[in-house]
Structure formats: structure tokens, C-alpha cells
């Protein structure tokens, strides 16, 4: 059984929720909740909880096309169960989507 990592590095991070480092950056800045830890050489390292709300915050400006800063931090305060539900339901439907692309190929 694999074990979780409690801390991610910004490359895993990148790799993990599909941004570039630019953008996790201004996202830092302009959503109070993801603030990852800095070590003393700036090296940020991201929780399991950061990269969910990273990946809610993307969900919320691809999928839903809410693109305010001030609205996706709305949406998150207050529709945070539905956001999820939402969000996942997706991510199912894109690996579903993702494993007939590749079952197609072998017919």
C-alpha cells in the first residue's frame, strides 16, 4: 500500500493539477486559503488540501467559466459542497473518456 506525501514540491504540484508555476504563484497570492509552506530558500511545498483547492479553482475557471477572482473566491466560500460534486464528477467522466479513447485504439 502507497502511502500519501504530506508535502508536494511546486514541479509536483505543476504536474499534479496541469498549471504552470506563474499561475500558482498568483493564485498564492490572490486566494487566502492556499498558502503553501516556504522553506528558507523559497522552495514552496504544497498539502494534499492545497492541490484540491488548486484544482477546484481550475474547475471553477475551465469548467464553469467563472473567471472574477472575486467570484471564484464566492463560489468557493459558498458553494464548496456542490463545487466538489461538480468537480469530481468531471475528473470521473475525463478518466472514463481518457480509458475508451484507449480501448478504442485496440479495435
Known amino acids: 500500500m ?3 506525501k504530506i ?8 504536474e499534479m ?3 504552470p508555476a506563474s499561475t500558482l504563484r498568483y493564485w498564492e497570492r490572490h486566494f487566502e ?6 522553506d528558507g530558500h523559497g522552495n ?7 492541490i484540491d483547492l488548486i484544482k477546484q479553482i481550475r474547475y471553477l475557471r475551465d469548467e464553469m ?5 472575486q467570484a471564484i473566491r464566492q463560489e468557493l466560500k459558498n ?9 469530481r464528477a468531471a475528473e470521473i ?8 479513447v484507449e480501448i478504442r485504439r485496440y479495435i
Request: aromatic letters at 10%; glycine letters at 4%.
Open 17 to 19: 493539477t496541469g498549471l
Open 93 to 100: 467522466l475525463q478518466r472514463v473518456r481518457a480509458e475508451l
Open 7 to 14: 508535502y508536494y514540491s511546486m514541479t509536483e504540484a505543476q
Open 44 to 50: 514552496r511545498y504544497y498539502t494534499s488540501s492545497d
Open 65 to 69: 467559466h467563472i473567471t472574477r477572482i
Open 2 to 4: 502507497e502511502s500519501e
Open 33 to 38: 486559503q492556499l498558502s503553501p509552506r516556504k
Open 79 to 87: 458553494g464548496k459542497r456542490e463545487t466538489d460534486f461538480r468537480q
